[in-house]
């Protein structure tokens, strides 16, 4: 027993340091336009005029090299509240995040984009790393101060943004980063933990992308009536809301990582270099049983994430959508 407890410290601290990657869902647009399709109360904002940034002074903390990009309608031009939220959910994987000093601990999620994608419990909770939910709040806020000013273009678009952070915290590999078991697949190499982890987390991606896109495609599929069954939860904070969904996929990912461990042949789990995602790996000819496990939870995460997302969206609406025109910026 004397020689495992420094096995197990060496074991959390290369736990805790290993870099991790920041993308979630692969596909923010996708998952948003399925989680929006019933929305039908979105379609009354139309003709909305794109308009510039000026929210310099209260928008801050992002990358000093990032500008905000236009890549459907121009300024000037008309677009509807649907296609800013599709369109620019993923704004948050643009650059925004990088190349800042948000917190002491970014080295353990990455740097600062994966801080503010994710949120790890570590230590049965006594360490939480990352700070996706209150990056959830921020943008919500932000959107407030956008209807607020009559630029309901803006204010959608933070909303957008918003729903990025929330959607995040669906995923269950932003919650948990790999099984502790991976310390010693990769033989106490802090480069290989991270090869490892970065292997598995994104075929998980690539995966969830792969089939939900072939369901959406159909108009059908265990994954899309997922999304399309939730009903808005009841949402009055998107810090809280966050914070909820992450516990939630919290205690769904031992079960994922383990199953995904199991489903990806061993070329996958390389802790010598990344490996590029094949068609075999998504669409094996014979699956192993644990597909069937990762089908299971990652229908139960796209149902509760459109349940918050839908939940966040009916909060606006009650909240930063009936504001008067009259009313004036606090």
Not at 32 to 50: C, D, H, S
Not at 188 to 208: C, D, I, K, P, R
Request: charged letters at 25%.
């Amino acid at each position: 027993m004397t020689f495992q407890r420094p096995l197990v410290a060496l074991a959390l601290a290369m736990a805790l340091l290993t870099p991790t990657p920041a993308l979630a869902w692969a596909d923010h647009d996708l998952l948003t336009r399925e989680i929006l399709r019933p929305v039908t109360w979105l379609n009354a904002y139309r003709n909305i005029k794109v308009t510039k940034w000026t929210y310099e002074n209260v928008d801050k903390g992002l990358n000093p090299d990032f500008k905000p990009l236009y890549i459907d309608k121009l300024v000037g031009e008309s677009t509807n509240a649907r296609e800013i939220l599709i369109r620019y959910v993923d704004e948050p994987d643009w650059g925004m995040d990088e190349k800042l000093e948000v917190s002491p601990l970014q080295t353990l999620a990455g740097g600062s984009k994966g801080y503010r994608h994710q949120c790890y419990h570590f230590l049965r909770g006594a360490l939480e790393v990352g700070e996706a939910p209150k990056r959830a709040k921020a943008n919500y806020e932000l959107a407030r101060i956008a209807f607020r000013k009559h630029d309901p273009y803006w204010g959608f678009r933070y909303l957008a943004r918003s729903i990025h952070y929330l959607e995040d915290m669906g995923q269950p590999y932003h919650t948990n980063p790999m099984r502790l078991s991976y310390i010693w697949d990769a033989k106490f190499n802090l480069q290989g933990l991270t090869t490892l982890a970065s292997n598995v987390h994104y075929h998980y991606e690539a995966f969830v992308s792969h089939h939900l896109r072939k369901q959406a495609g159909k108009g059908k599929g265990k994954w899309i009536g997922a999304i399309q069954d939730a009903e808005p939860g009841d949402v009055f904070d998107p810090e809280v809301a966050a914070s909820a969904l992450a516990d939630f996929s919290h205690e769904n990912s031992a079960k994922l990582i383990e199953a995904c461990d199991r489903f990806w042949p061993k070329r996958v789990k390389s802790t010598k270099e990344l490996r590029s995602v094949r068609p075999a790996d998504l669409e094996p000819v014979e699956p192993p049983p644990s597909y069937a496990d990762i089908d299971q939870i990652t229908a139960l995460q796209l149902h509760v994430t459109s349940k918050m997302v839908r939940g966040l969206l009916s909060m606006a609406k009650r909240d930063v959508l009936v504001v008067p025109l009259s009313d004036e910026e606090e």
